[in-house]
């Protein structure tokens, strides 16, 4: 049940520009644990950014890297894990999260995630003739699966960051 395992791991999945690094960030500091960001980490561990790895190896050998990297992330308790947006698409990381947190799905809408990625490029999937489309494409294929995989869903919109964290912390 969400209660038996509060002590331990919390795992932020939704889109990018959902506010999971944020929202982490400040969430690992109330509750004592420790933030950690699957995408920094992915980058801390090749020495090269996001944006390189899906030139060199594609989307397909990111999704590889990130789902090593989860996997053995999740092998520590105490931590709350922003995951990358695509994180919930490897099948084997669905249950794994699951298994290994409450996984809190910060669900925002497109206009919403559009407004906080429209000028930022260190997104690849981004960087295409129609960015906006894209996202569009992007959420409704995966909202099933964030909301798939949540014990908790938290609407994220106009409220403050604070808000939000007293909303998520009382349904913890
Ligand atoms: C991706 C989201 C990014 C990053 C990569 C792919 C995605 O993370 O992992 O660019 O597929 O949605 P954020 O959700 O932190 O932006």
Not at 50 to 75: M, T
Not at 96 to 101: C, P, T
Request: charged share 25%; net charge positive.
């Amino acid at each position: 049940s969400t209660t038996d395992k509060r002590t331990c791991n919390i795992i932020l999945v939704g889109m990018m520009g959902a506010g999971k690094t944020t929202v982490g960030k400040l969430l690992a500091k109330q509750l004592g644990k420790t933030f950690i960001d699957s995408d920094e980490e992915i980058q801390r561990r090749t020495g090269v950014t996001i944006p390189h790895i899906f030139d060199v190896e594609g989307e397909a050998g990111f999704r590889v890297r990130e789902s090593g990297v989860i996997q053995e992330l999740l092998k520590q308790d105490d931590i709350v894990l922003a995951t990358g947006g695509g994180a919930i698409l490897s099948a084997q990381n669905r249950p794994l999260m699951k298994q290994n947190g409450v996984v809190v799905y910060l669900k925002s809408s497109v206009h919403d995630l559009w407004q906080r990625t429209r000028h930022d490029h260190n997104r690849p999937l981004l960087q295409t003739s129609n960015p906006r489309a894209k996202l569009q494409e992007l959420h409704d294929q995966r909202d099933p699966l964030y909301t798939e995989t949540a014990d908790i869903i938290i609407h994220t919109g106009k409220q403050s960051v604070q808000i939000l964290l007293e909303r998520l912390q009382h349904k913890l």
